[in-house]
């Protein structure tokens, strides 16, 4: 069993920042691409920022220069460096990995519960 969980949302007045973090937990031999994406009601779940294990990277045009994505292999981690955040930043954050959970499977994608940033004066 794997299980992602974030953590790092919260409360932000506008022009603040905020680090996400996933962890990536459970029986895992590799991880491939891990990502941040984000969803508000009514809206369909957009990709924000991915990052592959090489650490290229590729963000949704809007946010480019203001989120950072990266990782940490040894923790089996994803961060979101957000900054200068607006108020149609606000949403529910969620991280996706492609995880390998053993040298002879499959790759598949798992999705963390997400974590919600609210962007406000």
């Known amino acids: 069993q794997v299980q992602l969980v974030e953590s790092g949302g919260g409360l932000v007045q506008p022009g603040g920042s905020l680090r996400l973090s996933c962890a990536a937990s459970g029986t895992i031999y590799s991880i491939n691409d891990m990502s941040w994406y984000r969803q508000t009601p009514g809206k369909q779940r957009e990709l924000v920022a991915l990052i592959s294990p090489l650490g290229a990277t590729t963000y949704a045009d809007s946010l480019k220069g203001r989120f950072t994505i990266s990782r940490d292999a040894a923790k089996n981690t994803v961060y979101l460096q957000m900054n200068n955040l607006k108020a149609e930043d606000a949403a529910d954050y969620y991280c996706?990995?492609?995880?390998?959970?053993?040298?002879?499977?499959?790759?598949?994608?798992?999705w963390g519960r997400g974590t919600q940033v609210t962007v406000s004066s």
């Open positions: 996706k990995m492609t995880i390998k959970r053993y040298s002879w499977g499959i790759s598949v994608d798992y």
